[in-house]
């Protein structure tokens, strides 16, 4: 059974800083794309960063967070991870990891979602 399960959310002031992470179970974790999601009450869920085993040309951010946050995988933790500086109240959402096969579109899998709030 596969689960990814996010930890880090919380509530943070302007120009704070979170880290969340996704751990991964019961899949092969070298053979899916790890990304970052999030959404907000209204809007449609919004791809954040998509993380590959191997990255030769670097990596995509949307931008609306691109120079903010990072993204990391460690790969001996099956783990990704969602560095956030310069948090805006903006970036108040539910964030979502998602990881999805390279070999089949039917195996996409979601993680229960952290809750972020940026206020002062």
Do not use: H
Request: aromatic fraction near 12%; glycine fraction near 10%.
């Amino acid at each position: 059974q596969v689960r990814l399960v996010e930890s880090g959310g919380g509530l943070v002031k302007p120009g704070g800083s979170l880290r969340l992470s996704c751990t991964a179970s019961g899949l092969t974790f070298s053979n899916y794309a790890m990304s970052w999601y999030r959404q907000s009450p209204g809007k449609e869920r919004e791809l954040l960063v998509a993380s590959f085993p191997r990255t030769s040309g670097g990596t995509n951010y949307a931008d609306s967070v691109k120079g903010r946050f990072t993204v990391f995988r460690v790969s001996a933790e099956n783990t990704i991870y969602l560095q956030m500086n310069s948090l805006k109240p903006e970036d108040t959402a539910v964030y979502f990891c998602n990881a999805r096969s390279f070999y089949s579109a039917a195996l996409d899998y979601w993680g229960q979602g952290t809750q972020v709030t940026v206020s002062a």
